[in-house]
């Protein structure tokens, strides 16, 4: 058993003292996070309040954290002020991911159908009114007016009306879908969970509402980092095992020496900049007294088309 | 720069413009452009016979200087580009255009954007009969686009419309939206006579006095629309004034139920 404590030993020969970013006293590992070409589609979803937009925006976006087990990667880019939506009501962006137009054009119905169709006053609206590509939404769900629903050509834009019990949902026609990137990431190692959870949540903050990107997590953060494969053949992902403290000593560890918890936080975004921008931002939050390191996940850079450096990331803001 | 075509004689004779519009002529030089024949009574002559041009033909933009109140078929059939013109102009401006935008200062007369299909109309003044109407014979009238009037309607406004917006902020004569087959024609005025006769689809909304609908009409529910926001900022895309009575509830009403009541008038309460 006496591998891993060497590993440990080569950690340190490796990251102390040379070339490292630091940040205060938080190390910036010089490691990169890879990230995948993905689709994505961006909704707006508005409601009369504060509460239905937020109970609409929660349902649409559940269960919609990674494409290993969910249909999409789903969540709430920004807020939207009254002015900023067609309907001039208070509203959300909300960015769905999928790893095809196909499979986009499949759940992003389902979920506007099952999701925000049966919230009270709600409206789900195009967020990309420009985009080249488009996948059906009110084009599919009119039929559940049963022949009552009427249909209205304002401008370029197609919009059904469907009668519900508390007046009409309008929902657009089709939707926009664009090429993303999804799977930006970084580590965040902390000396204990309360620490590292802070850490989470400052970096999780210093994104939410910038333009671009989401985070698709419960809380923005993963607990669960994964790697690809598993020794179970029917698992395409399991346990990301070099960030677990617990298993110190049993596998080659991938933390920093004095760190006892790690959390992830994945960053999907409309371009490789946007979401290298919102890493940045959160490494800067994040980083801070009993941070030992930020470090990111990757598969070796054999899987992701976007290979985002985190040291490349502060020297682009030099 | 644009192309300022101002009449030569102040005389009545009706004159045909069919067939020369901004962008059939966009490719012309202003001599060739002079050289084309429009109708001028019961005769044809060149265009140059009875229209003074200055500029340059390839902006297709036309600036139009004087009353063509007799001029008759301009804009028809257009398909891009832009005709302004200062004062009143003919019938069937802008008949079956289906793309371009013609903004007339003064008024408008009969026609007026009769059986269009996309393209924006904007009326500073009055129009005349049939505004975004069906020809005799035909089974659609207007099939897309935006016809906007700031003065009152004529008789028979989008009478068997099919597609597109028609936004009047006076009043409208009879036999408004008669026969309607879809699209949405708002009006702000009085409207006499029984508006939507006969439709079959479409969205009728009527801020003005109220109406008297047939019998045939069916009153429903009283609802804010979520749509209407849309529709206002389509307006206030096209620097329409007129407001869409916002956050009120809407009376709706159902028909005409001898065509299945399938459209609706919208009733500010």
Redesign the interface.
Known sequence: MGVAPSFRDQWSRLYDGRTAVRIGSTLIVDTFAEAFRMRFARLIVTAADAHWLDAACRAVCGYGCSVIGCDTEAGVERQLAPGETPDGRSGAAILLFGFSTDALAKAVPNRVGQCVMTCPTTAALNGMPEAEETIPLGKHLRYFGDGFQKSKLIGERRYWRIPVMDGEFLVEEAVGVAKGVAGGNIIIQGVDQSTALAAARRAVDAMAGEAGVMTPFPGGVVRSGSKVGSRYQQLRASTNDAFCPTLIGRVQTELAADARCAYEIVINGIDEPTVAGAMRMAIEAAAGEGIPAISAGNYGGKLGKFHIGLRGLFDAAK | MPLTLTLRAADCTPLDFRGVTPDAVRGMTLAELLRQRVRCGNRALALGNVVEAAGDPADALWRLEGDWSHVHHLGEGMAAGEIVAAESIGRHAGAAMRGGSITIAGEAGDWLGAEMRGGLIRVTGEAGDHAGGAYPGSHRGMR?GVLLIDGHAGAWLGERMR???IAVSGDAGVGLAAEMLAG?VLLWGSCQGAPGVGMR?G?LGLFGPPPELLTTFVSGGE?????W??????LR?HGFAAEIP?GAAMRIVHGDSLHGA?G?VLLAR
């Open positions: 897309g597609r597109g917006l949405t689809r969205t609802n804010p629309l979520p749509m926001p849309l529709l206002q900022q389509e895309r916002q399938r609706e």
